[in-house]
């Protein structure tokens, strides 16, 4: 194997809760040497969640993963004379606290760049350090419903649904592990870093398909359809005898395929249903159709009709994440991982996507203990165990 992709690279990461976290485990799966930067004593709020008694929480354990750890109180003077020191010898700097807190402590992004130009500074926050929200406090739910995907989501006709498992703070996580790699990319061109000012806000707006540009042009707003597509039909989650089948046909050569295979061929040449255009209009009869059809059957049955050995269109059982824990699929591309643990025996991550022929894993494979890492990172900084004891007495550390 040939290393890691991000193999050199050292990120200081001040984050905390999910979604900057989550970008640092991105990070750190592909070779950074990613410090956690905590809270003396309590750490990242993050710790506190679903585990045993007493044990780190395993949401902390999958976010952290392969991380550092070190306790640093940077609202201290002398904790942010030693942040700036470890500042020196760093490539990237994230953090996810409200608008501004950095430059109040005097840790803003031009102290940061003044002690090290080379440096990339990634900040996520709700609504960003610029505009008239600036500042305010924003949690999943809140950027789900101020960047528009909430009012997108839910059943037709009924409330709007949040998306499942804090997908906004799991989107502004990628944005934001991918603005620290653009951004060291750019350096290794001009040798100077980058700061980067990330919204939760903007990324859940940029990912809310083209529905803007669509009511911009054409003056048609985006409405909640549940599993339905607004502009083809059939596309839905279907209720079988044992559990729901997602079915998608965007394409007059698709719809012609289920149509054939639950016995219904003449609704392909039916003129009202041959372009996208008319089985939009009527995609509620349509589903109704494959709806009364799948429920006579298993979804073992429905598979085999129009999966891959039947009509090989796109389909596939709605599947719990705990259900997927022994899928086929997803273990043969090593996306459930698995690592004996010290207290919990063995702990199950999620595996990274992000897939490159020829590298290692991730050379620590879980999340740290609190201040694990104390004693080596302060160490390149010339500090021996009486001055981390003294540090630590006056909860710098």
């Known amino acids: 194997m040939s290393g890691r992709v991000l193999d050199g690279i050292r990120v200081l990461d001040l984050t905390r809760i999910v979604a900057g976290p989550f970008a640092t485990a991105i990070l750190s799966d592909l070779g950074a040497d990613v410090i956690k930067v905590e809270r003396p004593r309590t750490g990242d709020d993050y710790r506190y969640g679903p585990s045993r008694p007493g044990e780190t929480s395993l949401s902390f354990q999958n976010t952290n993963r392969g991380k550092r750890s070190i306790t640093l109180d940077v609202a201290k003077p002398a904790g942010r004379d030693l942040l700036l020191r470890l500042v020196e010898r760093a490539d990237a700097v994230t953090e996810n606290f409200r608008a501004g807190w950095l430059a109040s402590h ?11 130009p080379r440096l990339v500074v990634a900040s996520l926050s709700g609504f960003g350090q610029t505009g008239p929200r600036a500042g305010e406090a924003s949690y999943d739910i809140v950027a789900q419903a101020a960047g528009g995907l909430l009012a997108m989501t839910g059943p037709e006709g009924g409330p709007p649904v949040r998306a499942g498992g804090a997908l906004a703070d799991f989107v502004g996580g990628l944005y934001l592990a991918l603005g620290v790699v653009s951004a060291l990319v750019e350096r290794e ?3 100077r870093g980058r ?15 083209s529905a803007a540009t669509i009511a911009a042009a054409l003056g048609v707003r985006a409405e909640r359809v549940g599993n339905q597509h607004p502009f083809t039909a059939p596309y839905d989650a279907f209720e079988a005898k044992d559990g729901y089948v997602a079915v998608g046909t965007a394409s007059n050569k698709l719809f012609r395929g289920l149509c054939a295979a639950i016995g219904r061929p003449e609704l392909a040449v039916d003129e009202r249903y041959k372009s996208h255009r008319g089985r939009s209009a009527r995609r509620q009869a349509l589903n109704a159709e494959v709806a009364a059809w799948v429920r006579e059957r298993t979804c073992d049955e429905v598979l085999q009709v129009l999966g891959p050995q039947g009509a090989r269109l796109p389909c596939a059982r ?8 022994h899928d086929a699929q997803l273990t043969a591309r090593g996306m459930v991982e698995r690592h004996p643990h010290p207290a919990l025996g063995e702990i199950v991550f999620h595996g990274n996507p992000l897939r490159f022929a020829g590298t290692q894993p991730r050379a620590r494979p879980l999340a740290p203990a609190l201040g694990e890492d104390n004693a080596a990172v302060y160490g390149e900084l010339g500090l021996g165990p009486e001055d981390l004891a003294r540090l630590a007495e006056r909860g710098v550390i």
């Open 318 to 325: 709605v599947m719990r994440p705990d259900e997927l824990l």
């Open 106 to 116: 005097a840790l803003g992004a031009e102290v940061l760049l003044a002690r090290n």
């Open 195 to 209: 700061v980067l000012d990330l919204s939760n806000q903007d990324a859940i707006f940029a990912i809310t398909d």
């Open 189 to 191: 061109r001009t040798g």
